[in-house]
């Protein structure tokens, strides 16, 4: 089996969740006779790339996933998508209103959900609670019970002989939308201070993104008690880093974009041989009695010498470990899932025009790889990006409809019988176009709209954006036989919405 997993970018390849999800578990598939390979979706602009037997859409948040699970469901390519973060779940908040949109528009072109934990499988189920899905833990790697065994010798001796507590925090200390990372170890950073005062100097090494580096970050790490060292995160320092630490400090907050994660940084540091402290939310409650809650007890141990992660331990450690997160278990299990999925791969809707409308804020790279794949990009009148648009809407200077521009090369899409309406207007940019009103083909005409848009404020447009757009989508599919519309919004400042039509999807998500 050919498994094609589908990126945003070639620079995600580095990013931890996918180095470690689908790097390591790579060599077992391989074993298996199957094939993993990580694509851009920019890549697949023409049929001729879609060489894979199942597809997983992972970390591509915007309208090139969605253009793409489409077009291979079409043709009963099986196609799921992977969650690994809950940004799915907070519905108060406007400014995920787009992402939720997108779980909502992808999942009904959907054969299958993977998720990377169970409370992600969970969640999943609120927006497709009939599709198959899958619990792919994160791989570990090198859970051999001698290894981890000496490791934990060689750390507890050194810091015994010397006298120090080497801690290591690790991993990406920043997220767009939430306070977690940096802000975690900052917050929880007193328990790390505790330590001190028990004969036992304690250093902290942080090794992190850089742009997770800033003036706020640095300023609250500050005000830690326990002196620290601050590195930009890479592949090698990490692996250096744990080989010297005797202790990890994995703080985890109580937000529900952080219950839904991953063992893999407990994981990766009990392979190791890295004693684990965690406080906070308890993620790591299934690797206990290897995880440490609270610093008093570890300390304890250390006097005595005997802490969690021991000689003793270490073979019931790699037991638990390999249970939990074993490479090769993994590899047997997703590919009998996809296998079950494939033989169940039926084709989904029909051929026809795609289109994707842009909001306030377009995507360069949707509105390229929507034309490549022969959809329509189409620029709302909320939308001032300078694209070589297919379609354009702006708002009509007199009366309560839209302008409505076509581009004359995809004149031909366009309904028969609304071909003859439409009148010469000229080149916008390099594209010559014909013209429209849209009270030709919908006179449902939105009374003060334009008006509330022709504010250009964020108000003005949040007012108008619903029903600006809902119009957008019923014109077009006017305009269009057999069209599905979806929507490519990028604005995190706009808390957009529409007015319910269920653009995207020709079945009902819960099938």
């Known amino acids: 089996m050919r498994i094609g997993i589908l990126l945003s970018s070639k620079e995600q390849f580095a990013q931890a969740g996918v180095r470690i999800r689908y790097k390591r578990v790579e060599p077992s598939l391989q074993r298996l006779g199957h094939t993993l390979e990580l694509i851009p979706i920019q890549n697949l602009t023409s049929s001729a790339t879609w060489v894979h037997d199942v597809y997983v859409i992972s970390k591509c948040y915007d309208a090139r996933a969605l253009i793409i699970a489409r077009l291979l469901s079409q043709l009963g390519i099986p196609v799921g998508v992977d969650l690994f973060d809950d940004y799915f779940s907070q ?66 001796e050194a810091a015994v002989k010397r006298r120090r507590i080497d801690v290591a925090w690790f991993g990406i200390g920043d997220n767009p939308n939430f306070s977690v990372g940096l802000s975690d170890l900052a917050a929880f950073g007193s328990e790390v201070d505790r330590l001190r005062g028990f004969g036992y100097d304690v250093h902290l090494e942080v090794l992190t993104n850089r742009r997770s580096m800033t003036p706020d970050n640095l300023a609250a790490l500050g005000r830690l008690a326990t002196p620290y060292t601050l590195e930009e995160w890479d592949e090698e320092r990490e692996h250096e880093q744990l080989s010297r630490s005797l202790l990890c400090f994995l703080p985890v907050n109580a937000r529900s974009f952080s219950r839904v994660k991953s063992l893999n940084r407990a994981i990766t540091a009990l392979t190791a041989g890295v004693q684990v402290l965690s406080v906070g939310y308890p993620l790591y409650e299934p690797l206990a009695p290897f995880i440490y809650r609270g610093p008093r007890q570890f300390l304890r141990d250390l006097r005595d010498c005997k802490l969690a992660v021991r000689p003793e331990t270490a073979q019931s450690l790699a037991d638990r470990l390999n249970s939990l997160a074993d490479a090769g278990q993994e590899a047997v299990a997703l ?65 309560e409809d839209y302008n409505v521009y076509v581009a004359s090369k995809k004149a031909d899409l366009l309904a028969p019988e609304i071909r003859p309406m439409l009148v010469a207007h000229g080149k916008i940019l390099a594209t010559e176009f014909k013209k429209i009103r849209s009270r030709t083909v919908v006179p449902s005409a939105r009374i003060g709209i334009s008006a509330l848009a022709a504010l250009n404020t964020l108000g003005g447009d949040t007012a108008a954006y619903p029903m600006t757009m809902g119009d957008v989508a019923e014109i077009m599919k006017r305009l269009f036989p057999d069209l599905i519309c979806f929507y490519a919004e990028e604005s995190t400042e706009l808390p957009w919405h529409t007015t319910g039509r269920n653009l995207g999807t020709t079945r009902e998500v819960n099938r």
């Open 335 to 399: 590919t009998e899932f996809l296998a079950d999925i494939r033989h169940a791969s039926i084709q989904f809707g029909t051929s026809g025009v795609i289109a994707v409308v842009h909001g306030r804020q377009a995507n360069g790279d949707v509105h390229k790889f929507a034309q490549r794949l022969g959809a329509l990009s189409v620029a709302s009148p909320f939308c001032k990006a300078d694209l070589n648009y297919d379609v354009r809407f702006t708002f009509a200077e007199e009366g």
């Open 91 to 156: 519905c108060a908040d406007s400014r995920f209103v787009r992402l939720r949109y997108w779980l909502r528009a992808l999942v009904a072109h959907c054969a299958f959900i993977l998720c990377s934990t169970a409370r992600m499988r969970d969640l999943a189920r609120e927006y497709a609670p009939n599709l198959p899905m899958h619990v792919m833990s994160d791989p570990a790697i090198g859970t051999d019970a001698v290894a981890i065994a000496a490791a934990a010798s060689s750390k507890l």
